[in-house]
């Protein structure tokens, strides 16, 4: 699924009711008096939804609802995490809304917020417009100043007035003129209650502490009954679902994203506790590779060591946690970077290869037999000639050269064959990168010279420093590998840094 498209879901979920309690207050152009007589049936509420997609729990919504001596507000918060190839996007959405104490509009704040930008709309009404104001990251804002000639909702607002401003019932309609933020202009749009139904509802939940981990489950159902509100044909904006004769969300989906109103335990902890759901931030674990994040270990510092710790490990993992550049004591690794001249150490190359890759890796270690040349040439030439590129499946070695494209995967698979090529032992791992405080699935390979010596043919890293924290040798889908290290806590104990020397080329 796309980044635009889960800041889609995100926004049209909190524009169209898929945010909490979504007020929109029925405002009848000759029934607009009933409004008042609603607002003092207004309750103070606070609403808590788990939103659902492909039958897992993606996401939560909480919706709160105030009132004062003149006003009436209601905050929204609505978050998603999907995933998107191998990376779990997050969008965030949040709305508040003042009304009067007659249910008119007075001011409004939204944030929509992605893994790459952020943008706020604030509006509020002033005499016969509404001042409006959209900026995003960037330093400028876009001001629009809009005429109205009658009150106005939000499209976060239809429930509590289809529910409020009189009991809801099979066959009513009603048109209500929302203002869409998006259009930044005010529209008619009906509104009809198609259906009634009783759902059961828990409003508690307790932990269940008899499995590991603890849970909560639902606790003292409840039966409320529940009226369907659905839009005109061809309407994209205000709200489809289930009210309760509050005005309050009982259920409703948009784009495939459902939500469901449930007890807090229900709708929130167990989302954050669930391992598979999304990235732990407590961990530092990021589902996801460098090139994916779009992140770059800095070029001018070296990780000459770093000591973490496992903790919550699957022993059916079976992880090789000692090799190359790194030993581990129990569930702390010790990761430290080789001396350059360990490469110089070495036995000599076994006899090279006369099919397959041979004759491009003969060219590119200009005929060397020596194992410290033939290691930093294949290094740089595949760093210096391959363009690091996001993949989802494994290619060949031919098919990186035809295509000079690759992920870590791929170049590490391109390194080890011509490595092998040139009579060098090699074989490829997988594990852990550490850039700027995270963790990151990365691939690189370990070449036997003396001792087998970690290598970074992505990075151009010979030997490949401290950041890399070896998890299991050989080389598997990343979407398997995520899920299988998914509950997997890395803290991060002690790291020291250096400037970089130069750049392992071998000319």
């Keep these: 699924m796309k980044r635009r498209t889960i800041a889609g879901i995100a926004i049209i979920a909190a524009w169209s009711g898929g945010v909490g309690v979504l007020v929109q207050h029925e405002y009848f152009r000759p029934r607009l008096e ?10 103070p509420a606070t609403m808590y939804y788990a939103a659902m997609h492909g039958g897992r729990q993606v996401g939560f919504a909480s919706s709160t609802i105030d009132t004062a001596n003149t006003s009436v507000s209601e905050n929204d918060y609505f978050v998603v995490e999907l995933p998107s190839g191998l990376t779990m996007r997050r969008a965030t959405s949040r709305t508040n809304v003042t009304l009067s104490r007659a249910l008119r509009l007075s001011r409004f704040e939204l944030s929509l917020e992605t893994d790459s930008a952020r943008t706020d709309m604030t509006g509020r009404v002033d005499g016969d417009s509404v001042l409006f104001v959209h900026s995003t990251t960037s330093p400028t804002s876009d001001t629009t100043r809009i ?31 929302v203002f869409d933020p998006a259009a930044r202009a005010s529209r008619s749009v009906g509104y009809s209650i198609r259906a009634e139904s009783l759902f059961i509802l828990t409003d508690s939940a307790v932990l269940d502490t008899t499995v590991t981990p603890a849970i909560w489950r639902g606790a003292h159902p409840d039966t409320v009954r529940a009226w369907q509100v659905i839009p005109d044909s061809g309407v994209d904006i205000g709200f489809s679902g289930w009210i309760d004769e509050q005005g309050r969300i009982v259920a409703t989906s948009q784009l495939g994203i459902e939500l469901r109103r449930q007890p807090y335990e229900l ?22 590779t460098v090139i994916a994040a779009g992140k770059t270990p800095k070029g001018d510092r070296r990780i000459d060591s770093l000591v973490v710790r496992l903790d919550n490990v699957d022993p059916k993992l079976r992880l090789r946690l000692t090799g190359a550049g790194q030993r581990a004591s129990h569930d702390t690794i010790f990761a ?21 890759l041979a004759p491009l890796a003969a060219t590119i270690t200009r005929g060397s037999i020596e ?32 295509t000079r494209a690759g992920d870590c995967n791929e170049l590490t698979q391109l390194f080890v064959a011509l490595a092998r090529a040139r009579g060098l032992t090699a074989r490829p791992v997988t594990g852990l990168l550490y850039v700027d405080g995270k963790f990151y699935y990365h691939a690189w390979a370990e070449v036997l010279l003396k001792d087998w010596v970690p290598v970074d ?28 290290w998914a509950g997997l806590d890395v803290n991060v104990v002690s790291v020291k840094e250096t400037p970089r020397k130069s750049e392992t080329t071998h000319r």
Excluded at 149 to 160: K, R
Excluded at 378 to 391: C, E, G, M, N, Q
């Design 371 to 402: 194992p410290e040349v033939v290691t930093k040439r294949l290094i740089a030439w595949v760093r210096d000639s391959i363009r690091p590129h996001v993949s989802f499946e494994m290619s060949t070695p031919q098919h990186v050269l035809l």
């Design 457 to 484: 043919p992505m990075l151009g890293q010979a030997p490949a420093d401290a950041a890399h924290i070896r998890l299991m040798q050989g080389l598997a889908l990343r979407t398997d590998l995520i899920r299988r």
């Design 34 to 43: 009933r409004l008042a007589e609603a607002a003092t049936r207004v309750a």
């Design 336 to 356: 430290s970077t080789a001396d350059e001249n360990v490469l110089s150490v070495a036995t000599t190359l076994g006899p090279p290869s006369k099919i397959g």
């Design 147 to 177: 005429a109205i000639t009658e009150p106005l909702l939000l499209p976060t607002l239809v429930p509590l007035v289809v529910g409020l401003a009189e009991k809801p019932s099979i066959g009513k309609r009603y048109v209500l003129p």
């Design 267 to 288: 709708a929130f902890r167990n989302w954050q506790n669930d391992p598979l759901a999304h990235a732990s931030d407590a961990s530092h674990v990021i589902g996801t």
